[in-house]
């Protein structure tokens, strides 16, 4: 539905309301002196709501510089509404545009570098997305001078950030914030100690996944400053492919993340001594496990198994190697909750399979042992 649309309709609306008002004024305009000026009625805020729900992104954007009432209307809208400008070539117009916004919810992904104008920013962003934008740590010191105070989640991944971007973002607008995804760019230990110790008391989400294409990785002195830091409140923290061995898992498990309910460690060479590190630790919270291709053989399945991890009701295990012996250890263990359970790539034979349907696992819905089955925690994270 185009703008023209929504202003004959709401034009018609007015006329029939103005038209019912005009016959009571008719006597009136006949008695000397007695003529007084009727405003013209406002449409209810709530059916301009709904009209405007129906626009397209770019006449919905129009709306809010006709009036006050539409701009506030319009508001309303943008609320359950993401402006989404990926791939876009953005020119003058279009940042006037983003600075005076009333949009909340901002997507930029694949935008050129030299299209963006990150000053022009509208500070009543709430979520902004700016993956795979590579403006590296030039743009995120930018976007630290930015009054960016409402902001509450953050995507910069595959920008090129280092450590030297990573100190200028989080110790910019980043007190609001509850979701930061940074994943698949150059942040080491230093970026790593900085996210630690900035004022992110709010954060729930992290995501610092790694790449094999750029590196470095925070390892295992990084995973031992994130969990030593100021991050009380987080919930779900994604560590992916970022060089982290039995030390570091130790260092997450005995730190200060108890409120962690959803942890991924794939792809870090953690072994059987992280397994048990994450087991016994601090980590009772958790319900979700991601431990693919990790190094973890029977004796870590039975670490995971018997652990302090009751509350655990999905474990990625895929492309380990804990056998039939681990697969017997997960069935006759402490994961009664479990209701997702991943073990394709594990060499379980027959014998294994038994187990596991007729152990402890009773609440188990999804359970997966082909090659094929590799899944993983999605983005963006639901709740988040």
Same mark, same amino acid.
């Given at each position: 539905?185009?703008?023209?649309?929504? %202003? /004959?309709?709401?034009?018609?609306? @007015? $006329?029939?309301?103005?038209?019912?008002?005009?016959?009571?004024?008719?006597?009136?305009?006949?008695?000397?002196?007695?003529?007084?000026?009727?405003?013209?009625? =406002?449409?209810?805020?709530?059916?301009?709501?709904?009209?405007?729900? $129906?626009?397209?992104? *770019?006449? +919905?954007?129009?709306?809010?510089?006709?009036?006050?009432?539409?701009?506030?209307?319009?508001?309303?809208?943008?609320?359950?509404?993401? @402006?989404? %400008?990926?791939?876009?070539?953005?020119?003058?117009?279009?940042?006037?545009?983003?600075?005076?916004?009333?949009?909340?919810?901002?997507?930029?992904?694949?935008? *050129?570098?030299?299209?963006?104008?990150?000053?022009?920013?509208?500070?009543?962003?709430?979520?902004?997305?700016?993956?795979?934008?590579? !403006?590296?740590?030039?743009?995120?010191?930018?976007?630290?001078?930015?009054?960016?105070?409402?902001?509450?989640?953050?995507?910069?991944? =595959?920008?090129? &950030?280092?450590?030297?971007?990573?100190?200028?973002?989080?110790?910019?607008?980043?007190?609001?914030?509850?979701?930061?995804?940074?994943?698949?760019?150059?942040?080491?230990?230093?970026?790593?100690?900085?996210?630690?110790?900035?004022?992110?008391?709010?954060?729930?989400? /992290?995501?610092?996944?790694?790449?094999?294409?750029?590196?470095?990785?925070?390892?295992?002195?990084?995973?031992?400053?994130?969990?030593?830091?100021?991050?009380?409140?987080?919930?779900? +923290?994604?560590? !992916?492919?970022? #060089?982290?061995?039995?030390?570091?898992?130790k260092g997450l498990a005995l730190g200060n993340l108890s409120a962690l309910t959803e /942890?991924? %460690?794939? !792809?870090?060479? &953690?072994?059987?001594? #992280?397994?048990?590190?994450?087991?016994?630790?601090?980590?009772?919270?958790?319900?979700?496990?991601?431990?693919?291709?990790?190094?973890?053989?029977?004796?870590?399945?039975?670490?995971?198994? %018997? #652990?302090?991890?009751?509350?655990?009701?999905? @474990?990625?295990?895929?492309?380990?190697?804990?056998?039939?012996?681990?697969?017997?250890?997960?069935?006759?263990?402490?994961?009664?909750?479990?209701?997702? @359970?991943?073990?394709?790539?594990?060499?379980?034979?027959?014998?294994?399979?038994? =187990? +596991?349907?007729? #152990?402890?696992?009773?609440?188990?819905? +999804?359970?997966?042992?082909?090659?094929?089955?590799?899944?993983?925690?999605?983005?963006?994270?639901?709740?988040?």
């Amino acid at each position: 539905m185009q703008i023209h649309t929504i %202003l /004959l309709i709401i034009t018609s609306l @007015l $006329f029939a309301s103005f038209s019912e008002r005009g016959l009571a004024m008719q006597d009136d305009l006949h008695t000397p002196h007695s003529l007084s000026v009727k405003k013209l009625p =406002e449409i209810p805020i709530e059916i301009q709501t709904h009209i405007f729900s $129906f626009l397209d992104q *770019k006449s +919905l954007l129009r709306t809010g510089v006709i009036s006050k009432s539409w701009r506030k209307a319009a508001e309303v809208v943008w609320e359950n509404k993401v @402006l989404d %400008l990926s791939t876009k070539h953005l020119n003058e117009v279009d940042y006037n545009a983003l600075a005076h916004g009333i949009f909340s919810s901002l997507i930029l992904n694949h935008v *050129k570098m030299e299209d963006i104008c990150i000053f022009a920013l509208s500070s009543k962003l709430k979520h902004l997305d700016l993956r795979r934008c590579y !403006r590296g740590d030039e743009g995120a010191k930018a976007l630290a001078s930015v009054n960016l105070s409402a902001l509450i989640s953050l995507s910069f991944g =595959e920008t090129c &950030i280092s450590d030297e971007g990573i100190k200028a973002l989080v110790s910019g607008n980043s007190s609001t914030l509850t979701s930061l995804c940074l994943f698949a760019n150059r942040i080491g230990v230093e970026g790593a100690k900085a996210i630690a110790s900035a004022n992110l008391s709010s954060l729930t989400y /992290l995501n610092l996944s790694g790449s094999m294409t750029y590196g470095p990785c925070i390892g295992d002195e990084g995973a031992e400053a994130l969990a030593s830091g100021n991050l009380f409140a987080l919930k779900n +923290l994604n560590l !992916r492919y970022n #060089g982290i061995s039995a030390k570091g898992a130790k260092g997450l498990a005995l730190g200060n993340l108890s409120a962690l309910t959803e /942890l991924n %460690l794939s !792809r870090n060479n &953690i072994g059987d001594e #992280g397994a048990k590190a994450l087991a016994s630790g601090n980590l009772s919270a958790l319900k979700s496990l991601f431990l693919r291709e990790s190094a973890i053989g029977k004796r870590g399945a039975k670490d995971l198994a %018997l #652990g302090n991890l009751s509350a655990l009701t999905l @474990l990625n295990l895929y492309g380990n190697s804990i056998g039939d012996e681990g697969a017997k250890e997960l069935a006759s263990g402490n994961l009664s909750t479990l209701t997702a @359970l991943n073990l394709g790539g594990n060499n379980i034979g027959d014998e294994g399979k038994k =187990e +596991l349907t007729s #152990g402890n696992l009773s609440a188990l819905t +999804l359970l997966t042992l082909t090659l094929d089955g590799y899944w993983e925690s999605p983005w963006p994270p639901k709740g988040y």
